[in-house]
């Protein structure tokens, strides 16, 4: 029965899939006709199988339904009991044996084929070697070069020659496929020079693509750097926005108080509208009543009323066209009385000017009878002049001493630029005394006692060093330097004599500093002409304080140091306006005397035509210790204004003769109200040369001891006078009372 419904079905293994779907047959009927179906097995046409696949006469019989582990593969869990246990049942059946061999021919097939390749799936279709024919014989080429059998393509051929009833449609499958898989062939063929074609674009593409990247990564250098900017930019507006909003929020309040105002405004216009509008209203009522009025008048009333003032107006149309005719040049009264106005003011300034003529004609007269009065003063005082010169001594020659004084005409004309007889006679004086001292060989000592100055106490011949002018002044400037160092190091150690000998003995040795002190003293008390030199032997001597040293210097100091803080420009140069400015901040009690002097010695050397004083020339020294002419004017006044300070003094202790200590502080009080305690202290200690604390057992002294004590010392006035001095000061060249300079 299995046997007939093999045969019956006509199908073989590879068909199976077809007939899964077909209702499996009955055992009653479904195995008859097989017999008759399954001749062309045993003819002697059929082809046996390589590996002898033939069954015999005949195909072993399995059922078609059954699919082995195709069935197993595809059964599910959750499928109807019943069926399953049928299922398992078929799978208990065995394979046919001509199954079993083509399938293990096929599966050593295509384990035989070389799957790695490209063409692994053709290999598998392509038709054996011999059995190409056709249309096909285009294959030939690629299957001498595998030189493979194909096993799908022979198994299939075996199944066509096997079923003879479905060969034709079988055959026809076939031949549609390869005839399809044909024309994709020759597409695939056709499309292979694309393939390189395609390969070539791409890499163009890709170079493009490449070069199209650098551009546009330059750009998006570009346009992150613009947007850097940009965002700075941005930035910035947004600060000038802020600040604009600031601007804005004060203009809008601005806005508003001015809106507050306007509106103000605007209320109390509406008011005073409204008081006009009611106004008007009852100027209107008003108006309408006397319209009422006159319209009920009689109308014949009217009309004379309108005939009279027709008459009045042709009568007023007359009166002015005469009056254009007769007054039309006449000027308006305005301009008339403008004009007579300018006129009387004319007249007025007319009148002045000739007063001041006749005044001025008057002054002239006056000047010219005047000018007679003085030119016949002139003549006399002329003729008394010639009497004068005829009958007194004559003047001196003062070229003559060119020829004495070393350096001829021209350093004598520079010595005696400016200077008095008496300034002339001192300095040939001066220049004869030089000439002598440079003969000398040696000095003779002084000896040791007490009252020889320490840096002179030697005994035996001292070593003339001849040392001329400008090597004694830029000693004592360096001595003087020394000495405000040592000050500011260590104090008023010792007095200036011995601090002198320290100085020369540390310079130039013990065995040379007494050459040296000789030498400088004896140059210093020739040239007293010089400040410099005549300042330091006045203190080198005890004539005077060394405090006058730095009193003065001190002066000078804070004088430039005005100077400077008024120069803005640093140009060193201000104007007359401004050096008197400084005057005035430096010395504050001076009198407009003095101040006018200073700023006349100041230009004395004007460089420039301009009211310009170029005031650092004038503190300015030439290589022997000679200062401008402004330097000597304030040494001058200083010690003018000292000596008279110092004569209030002696006025106001005129009745003492022997001063105590609390007499002169009472009398310094009454000169000089607003000196402090420490400059009491300081007048003090000068005049009585005692302690603070030894003040009160001080002994009293003379009235001219005192005076001549603070005469030496560096004193000056406090505060300002508490009244004019009543006698005016001497004039510069006369003796004044105790004159030590």
Request: net charge negative; charged share 30%; hydrophobic share 35%.
């Given at each position: 029965?299995?046997?007939?419904?093999?045969?019956?079905?006509?199908?073989?293994?590879?068909?199976?899939?077809?007939q899964?779907?077909l209702?499996?047959p009955?055992?009653?009927?479904?195995?008859?006709s097989?017999?008759?179906?399954l001749?062309?097995?045993?003819?002697?046409?059929?082809?046996?199988?390589?590996?002898q696949?033939?069954?015999?006469?005949?195909?072993?019989?399995?059922?078609?339904?059954a699919?082995?582990?195709a069935?197993l593969?595809?059964s599910?869990?959750?499928?109807?009991?019943?069926?399953?246990?049928?299922?398992?049942?078929?799978?208990?059946?065995?394979?046919?044996?001509?199954l079993?061999?083509?399938?293990?021919?096929?599966?050593?097939?295509?384990?035989?084929?070389?799957?790695?390749?490209?063409?692994?799936?053709?290999?598998?279709?392509q038709?054996?070697?011999?059995?190409?024919?056709?249309k096909?014989?285009?294959?030939?080429?690629?299957?001498?070069?595998?030189k493979?059998?194909?096993?799908?393509?022979?198994?299939?051929?075996f199944?066509?020659?096997?079923?003879?009833?479905?060969?034709?449609?079988?055959s026809?499958?076939?031949?549609?496929y390869?005839?399809?898989?044909?024309?994709?062939?020759?597409?695939?063929?056709?499309l292979?020079p694309?393939?390189?074609?395609?390969?070539?674009?791409?890499?163009?593409?890709?170079?493009?693509?490449?070069a199209?990247?650098?551009?546009?990564?330059?750009?998006?250098?570009?346009?992150?750097?613009?947007?850097?900017?940009?965002?700075?930019?941005?930035?910035?507006?947004?600060?000038?926005?802020?600040?604009?909003?600031?601007?804005?929020?004060?203009l809008?309040?601005?806005?508003?108080?001015?809106?507050l105002?306007y509106?103000?405004?605007?209320?109390?216009?509406?008011?005073?509208?409204?008081?006009?509008?009611e106004?008007?209203?009852?100027q209107l009522?008003?108006?309408?009543?006397?319209?009422?009025?006159?319209k009920?008048?009689?109308?014949?009333?009217?009309?004379l009323?309108?005939?009279?003032?027709?008459?009045?107006?042709?009568k007023?149309?007359?009166?002015?066209?005469t009056?254009?005719?007769?007054?039309?040049?006449?000027?308006?009264?305005r301009?008339?009385?403008?004009?007579?106005?300018?006129y009387?003011?004319?007249?007025?300034q007319t009148?002045?000017?000739?007063?001041?003529?006749?005044?001025?004609?008057?002054?002239y007269?006056t000047?010219?009878?005047?000018?007679?009065?003085t030119?016949?003063?002139?003549?006399?005082?002329?003729?008394?002049?010639?009497?004068?010169l005829?009958?007194?001594?004559?003047?001196?020659?003062?070229?003559?001493?060119?020829?004495?004084?070393?350096?001829?005409?021209?350093?004598?004309?520079?010595?005696?630029?400016?200077?008095?007889?008496?300034?002339?006679?001192?300095?040939?004086?001066?220049?004869?005394?030089?000439?002598?001292?440079r003969?000398?060989?040696?000095?003779?000592g002084?000896?040791?006692?007490?009252?020889?100055?320490?840096?002179l106490?030697?005994?035996g011949?001292?070593?003339?060093?001849?040392?001329?002018?400008?090597?004694?002044?830029?000693?004592?400037k360096?001595?003087?330097?020394?000495?405000?160092?040592?000050?500011?190091?260590?104090?008023?150690?010792?007095?200036?004599?011995?601090?002198?000998?320290?100085y020369?003995?540390?310079?130039?040795?013990?065995?040379?500093?007494?050459?040296m002190?000789?030498?400088?003293?004896?140059?210093?008390?020739?040239?007293?002409?010089?400040?410099?030199?005549?300042?330091?032997?006045?203190?080198?001597?005890?004539?005077?304080?060394e405090?006058?040293?730095?009193g003065?210097?001190?002066?000078l100091?804070?004088l430039?140091?005005?100077?400077?803080?008024?120069?803005s420009?640093?140009?060193?140069?201000?104007?007359?306006?401004?050096?008197?400015?400084?005057?005035?901040?430096?010395?504050?009690?001076?009198?407009?005397e003095h101040?006018?002097?200073?700023?006349?010695?100041?230009?004395?050397?004007?460089?420039?035509?301009?009211d310009?004083?170029?005031?650092t020339?004038?503190?300015?020294?030439?290589?022997?210790?000679?200062?401008?002419?402004?330097?000597?004017?304030?040494?001058?006044q200083?010690?003018?204004e000292k000596?008279?300070y110092?004569?209030?003094?002696?006025?106001?202790?005129?009745h003492?003769?022997?001063?105590?200590?609390?007499?002169?502080k009472?009398?310094?009080?009454?000169i000089?109200?607003?000196?402090?305690?420490?400059?009491m202290?300081?007048?003090?200690?000068?005049?009585?040369?005692?302690?603070?604390?030894?003040?009160?057992?001080?002994v009293?002294l003379?009235?001219?001891?005192?005076?001549?004590?603070?005469?030496?010392?560096?004193?000056?006035?406090?505060g300002?006078?508490?009244?004019?001095?009543s006698?005016?000061?001497?004039?510069?060249?006369?003796?004044?009372?105790?004159?030590?300079?």
């Amino acid at each position: 029965m299995q046997h007939g419904a093999v045969k019956g079905s006509g199908s073989c293994p590879l068909l199976g899939r077809n007939q899964e779907s077909l209702p499996p047959p009955t055992k009653s009927s479904s195995y008859q006709s097989q017999p008759r179906s399954l001749k062309c097995i045993h003819s002697g046409k059929w082809k046996t199988l390589p590996f002898q696949f033939s069954a015999g006469s005949h195909l072993s019989t399995w059922p078609a339904y059954a699919s082995g582990q195709a069935v197993l593969q595809n059964s599910q869990p959750c499928c109807d009991p019943e069926k399953r246990s049928s299922e398992q049942a078929s799978l208990t059946i065995a394979k046919p044996r001509y199954l079993e061999q083509m399938e293990s021919y096929l599966r050593e097939e295509v384990q035989a084929l070389d799957l790695t390749k490209d063409n692994a799936q053709e290999l598998k279709l392509q038709v054996p070697k011999g059995k190409v024919h056709g249309k096909r014989r285009h294959l030939w080429p690629l299957l001498e070069e595998n030189k493979l059998c194909m096993p799908y393509r022979e198994i299939f051929e075996f199944f066509i020659e096997a079923f003879k009833t479905y060969k034709p449609l079988l055959s026809a499958i076939k031949n549609e496929y390869e005839i399809t898989l044909d024309v994709q062939r020759e597409k695939i063929r056709a499309l292979e020079p694309l393939k390189s074609m395609f390969a070539t674009v791409s890499d163009k593409c890709t170079q493009k693509i490449s070069a199209l990247k650098k551009e546009e990564n330059a750009k998006i250098k570009t346009l992150m750097k613009e947007k850097l900017y940009l965002l700075k930019l941005i930035d910035k507006m947004k600060e000038e926005k802020a600040s604009l909003q600031a601007q804005v929020n004060k203009l809008q309040k601005n806005v508003a108080e001015e809106y507050l105002h306007y509106r103000n405004e605007c209320d109390a216009r509406k008011l005073l509208l409204a008081d006009l509008n009611e106004m008007r209203s009852q100027q209107l009522e008003m108006t309408l009543h006397q319209t009422q009025d006159i319209k009920s008048e009689d109308i014949v009333k009217l009309t004379l009323a309108l005939k009279i003032a027709r008459r009045d107006l042709t009568k007023a149309q007359v009166e002015l066209n005469t009056m254009k005719a007769d007054y039309g040049d006449v000027v308006p009264r305005r301009d008339f009385e403008s004009q007579e106005k300018k006129y009387s003011d004319l007249c007025q300034q007319t009148e002045t000017l000739q007063k001041d003529f006749d005044q001025l004609q008057k002054e002239y007269d006056t000047l010219l009878e005047v000018h007679g009065e003085t030119v016949e003063e002139r003549n006399r005082f002329y003729n008394e002049l010639q009497q004068v010169l005829r009958s007194s001594t004559p003047r001196p020659d003062w070229a003559k001493c060119a020829g004495v004084v070393p350096g001829g005409v021209d350093r004598w004309r520079f010595l005696a630029e400016g200077k008095t007889s008496n300034q002339l006679v001192d300095l040939l004086l001066e220049e004869m005394g030089a000439a002598v001292l440079r003969e000398k060989d040696f000095f003779p000592g002084l000896g040791k006692g007490d009252k020889v100055p320490v840096y002179l106490r030697y005994e035996g011949q001292v070593k003339n060093r001849k040392l001329n002018k400008k090597n004694v002044v830029n000693i004592l400037k360096d001595l003087w330097k020394e000495r405000i160092s040592a000050h500011q190091q260590t104090g008023w150690q010792s007095s200036l004599p011995e601090f002198f000998l320290s100085y020369l003995q540390k310079r130039y040795g013990d065995a040379s500093a007494f050459e040296m002190a000789y030498s400088i003293y004896e140059s210093v008390k020739l040239y007293r002409s010089n400040h410099v030199m005549n300042l330091s032997y006045d203190i080198l001597t005890g004539k005077v304080d060394e405090g006058v040293y730095h009193g003065l210097n001190q002066m000078l100091s804070n004088l430039l140091k005005e100077l400077t803080a008024i120069d803005s420009s640093n140009s060193g140069a201000v104007t007359s306006k401004q050096f008197n400015l400084a005057l005035r901040a430096a010395f504050p009690l001076k009198s407009n005397e003095h101040v006018q002097e200073l700023i006349e010695a100041s230009k004395c050397k004007a460089e420039s035509a301009e009211d310009l004083i170029f005031y650092t020339a004038l503190f300015n020294e030439d290589a022997e210790g000679n200062t401008e002419p402004f330097v000597v004017k304030v040494w001058n006044q200083y010690v003018a204004e000292k000596q008279d300070y110092l004569r209030e003094l002696q006025n106001e202790l005129g009745h003492v003769i022997e001063v105590k200590v609390d007499d002169l502080k009472t009398a310094l009080y009454a000169i000089d109200p607003t000196i402090d305690d420490l400059t009491m202290d300081n007048y003090i200690y000068l005049a009585y040369q005692v302690p603070k604390e030894e003040l009160e057992q001080a002994v009293p002294l003379p009235l001219e001891t005192i005076i001549e004590k603070l005469l030496a010392g560096d004193i000056r006035r406090a505060g300002p006078l508490p009244e004019e001095a009543s006698r005016p000061a001497p004039e510069e060249g006369e003796p004044r009372d105790y004159d030590y300079y």
